[in-house]
């Protein structure tokens, strides 16, 4: 199978980020990011964060060449292992992580990127990560989808929720109307609170806050994320 993150990712995922998405959670970030000092976009994709938060001197890093590509249009960017940022340390007043970024890798893989991410921040620097709750794929532990996006490809997607690793184990084929077929296979691993605490304590960072969902909502049985924020210790 092709790797998903790259042409697969932006063709299959863009289709269900409608912008009214995009403008909710630039406004939860808005008001709870640093408006001074660097700010750090940990998995910026193709843009879509830096686009909106123009107020603030964001940086965007990703792994995905295609995606950089777009995203170099609104602000700075740099290709990087996430666990090796291409930054001194101190060098940012704020970060964020958004859509599940952190959560596609094994958990000591993700253990080794908050401790890098903690490293780039400068004391009292602020920290938000996003992932999404584990509740629903509790509930429904198996879900699919079938059919056309709006450039004319058919997408299939299947996703199994296994509760031992605590993910979601999904594979995604894409036909394009050229007839040419993409499929990969990924994982989301769901972090609660807890979790969440104990790998940003690991880091340097104390948790200051957790919400549900970008409407600033406690986090119940109905919450669609799971979204922390933390601030680097003096």
Same mark, same amino acid.
């Given at each position: 199978?092709?790797?998903?993150?790259?042409?697969?990712?932006?063709?299959?995922?863009?289709?269900?980020?409608?912008?009214?998405?995009?403008?909710?959670?630039?406004?939860?970030?808005?008001?709870?990011?640093?408006?001074?000092?660097?700010? !750090?976009?940990? @998995?910026?994709?193709?843009?879509?964060?830096? +686009?909106?938060?123009? $107020?603030?001197?964001?940086?965007?890093?990703? =792994?995905?060449?295609?995606?950089?590509?777009?995203?170099?249009?609104?602000?700075?960017?740099?290709?990087?292992?996430?666990?090796?940022?291409?930054?001194?340390?101190?060098?940012?007043?704020?970060?964020?992580?958004?859509?599940?970024?952190?959560?596609?890798?094994?958990?000591?893989?993700?253990?080794?990127?908050?401790?890098?991410?903690?490293?780039?921040?400068?004391?009292?620097?602020?920290?938000?990560?996003?992932?999404?709750?584990?509740?629903?794929?509790?509930?429904?532990?198996?879900?699919?989808?079938?059919?056309? !996006?709006?450039? @004319?490809?058919?997408?299939?997607?299947?996703? +199994?929720?296994?509760? $031992?690793?605590?993910?979601?184990?999904?594979? =995604?084929?894409?036909?394009?109307?050229?007839?040419?077929?993409?499929?990969?296979?990924?994982?989301?691993?769901?972090?609660?609170?807890?979790?969440?605490?104990?790998?940003?304590?690991?880091?340097?960072?104390?948790?200051?806050?957790?919400?549900?969902?970008?409407?600033?909502?406690?986090?119940?049985?109905?919450?669609?994320?799971?979204?922390?924020?933390?601030?680097?210790?003096?």
């Amino acid at each position: 199978m092709d790797p998903f993150f790259g042409e697969l990712y932006l063709r299959s995922t863009r289709p269900f980020l409608p912008e009214h998405v995009s403008d909710a959670e630039a406004d939860f970030l808005r008001a709870r990011l640093p408006r001074t000092g660097l700010v !750090l976009d940990v @998995g910026c994709g193709h843009g879509r964060h830096l +686009r909106r938060l123009k $107020e603030h001197s964001l940086i965007g890093v990703d =792994r995905d060449r295609l995606s950089l590509d777009e995203a170099r249009e609104y602000a700075p960017v740099a290709r990087a292992d996430f666990t090796a940022l291409p930054f001194k340390s101190g060098a940012f007043a704020g970060a964020f992580a958004w859509y599940n970024t952190l959560a596609t890798f094994e958990p000591a893989v993700t253990h080794l990127m908050v401790k890098e991410i903690g490293r780039c921040l400068a004391p009292g620097g602020v920290f938000v990560v996003q992932g999404s709750h584990r509740e629903r794929a509790v509930e429904q532990p198996t879900s699919w989808y079938d059919g056309r !996006l709006p450039d @004319g490809s058919h997408l299939r997607e299947d996703c +199994r929720y296994e509760p $031992e690793g605590r993910r979601d184990r999904l594979t =995604r084929t894409l036909t394009l109307p050229d007839g040419r077929v993409m499929a990969a296979s990924f994982f989301i691993r769901y972090y609660d609170v807890d979790e969440w605490r104990s790998l940003l304590a690991e880091a340097g960072l104390d948790l200051e806050w957790v919400c549900g969902g970008v409407d600033g909502s406690e986090i119940t049985a109905s919450s669609t994320d799971v979204i922390a924020g933390a601030r680097k210790r003096d």
